[in-house]
């Protein structure tokens, strides 16, 4: 039996640390294909290149056989992996491991996570990865055995179709991780405040900052709360938006 | 009782006739702010701007008070609007009309539909809309009185906290629209092809391309079905990815 094909992208940019430590797991599970974008894309939610060109250009940051640096969006880079560059489905998609959070409301404006749901919409199993920790000596190692497990659990039990893993990892040392629980998505927003300044020529620019805020901190069964209490937070994700429970009022009401 | 205050944008840019169409409508509802992207950002899906910063410039596109292109994406306008522009929560969040279908899967690569859910994760009732027609002398006048309809019926019903509506028109003459049907995202996908270019340096570059596949065209209840019957499609969206159904089994197998 060949051994599984693992497909692995992020947000970040294919040269940081976050990914190179999941290459460096991923490779003991399987043959190692990397396309990421080659700057940091954070943000980018499930952007797709449409009114412009892509470019691959071959790297070498993993020592795998075959990685390339795409001018495109994480989404762009597993389109183009599954549809141009693999001769098959990957077994496995993996994303990240993304430097900061992508619990809870984030899931929609990342690109590690529209990575992963990617991955899962073109039928493989998927997984994005966070470690809530934006430092640039975040240490990814400290979970490594969860990584692992997570990783080699979704090699033998396969998700429903559609639906990949949003994982993400407290910021803790490794004796001091609880475990893995899997959970919902937290209800919370963002609350912007822009700050404004000038330029050099007395015109208004604007940064957009914000602070997270969980509506429902007391539940016991989100990811927020998982990984308050020090777990590693897995929520089985999927794509389709639909409300379900709203459909026959709203019928109603647009009769 | 002040007139309700509704806020528009889109993902074609602020000049583009879907939104000076939507912008005459809405300023029989209420009094309208317009905040749109200086650019098309289309594909865009829930992307924000986090590495750079973003402008304002004051235009005359619609003829309302305050209006301002923006140099960001859908989902930035709606933000720099609540949290920076308007001195109230707007009523309502009007995103549109775009330049072809958000159905089905294109929900989450939709600029126009990030906007909406943004603004329905912000409190706001609100609704993005589409017209299944790309061209540029696309008629966006044969659906008004169902596009009225919907407003009118929001304005009145609120939906649920977090739940906007997706509304998609079928490229029909008024007399050939037979109605409004609710529905729920069809399961689809799109297979994409890379069309592989040279450069005049020899070069290759890549176009995406790609054929929409519906999974399930005999199912009656999804947006897709009612758009090929010569519906306009309304389905009540969120932005909960959890895919609930998998936590139990999950539970086990991480175990």
């Not at 043959?31 to 952007?47: C, E, F, R, T």
Request: charge should be negative; charged fraction near 20%; hydrophobic fraction near 35%.
């Amino acid at each position: 039996m060949s051994k599984p094909l693992i497909f692995v992208t992020n947000d970040d940019g294919i040269s940081s640390p976050g990914i190179i430590f999941l290459v460096k797991v991923a490779k003991q599970f399987g043959d190692v294909v990397v396309i990421a974008p080659d700057k940091p894309q954070s943000g980018m939610g499930h952007a797709i290149t449409i009114n412009s060109t892509l470019r691959l250009n071959k790297t070498n940051y993993h020592g795998v056989e075959m990685e390339y640096s795409c001018t495109g969006t994480p989404v762009d880079c597993v389109k183009m992996a599954v549809n141009k560059i693999l001769d098959r489905r990957p077994d496995l998609v993996l994303s990240g491991i993304n430097h900061g959070s992508n619990s809870s409301i984030n899931v929609i404006y990342s690109g590690t996570m529209s990575a992963a749901i990617e991955g899962a919409l073109e039928g493989s199993s998927a997984i994005g990865f966070s470690l809530c920790d934006y430092g640039i000596d975040a240490d990814f190692s400290q979970a490594q055995k969860f990584i692992e497990k997570i990783i080699s659990s979704l090699l033998k039990n396969k998700l429903s179709k559609g639906v990949c893993l949003n994982v993400n990892i407290p910021k803790l040392k490794a004796d001091e991780l609880k475990g893995i629980k899997v959970c919902r998505q937290a209800k919370a927003n963002w609350v912007e405040e822009f700050e404004e300044r000038l330029d050099p020529y007395s015109r208004p620019y604007y940064w957009l900052t914000g602070k997270f805020v969980n509506f429902e901190p007391e539940s016991n069964d989100t990811d927020e709360w998982a990984l308050s209490k020090g777990y590693i937070s897995v929520v089985p994700t999927q794509c389709d938006l639909t409300a379900h429970k709203e459909i026959d009022t709203l019928t109603q009401n647009l009769k």
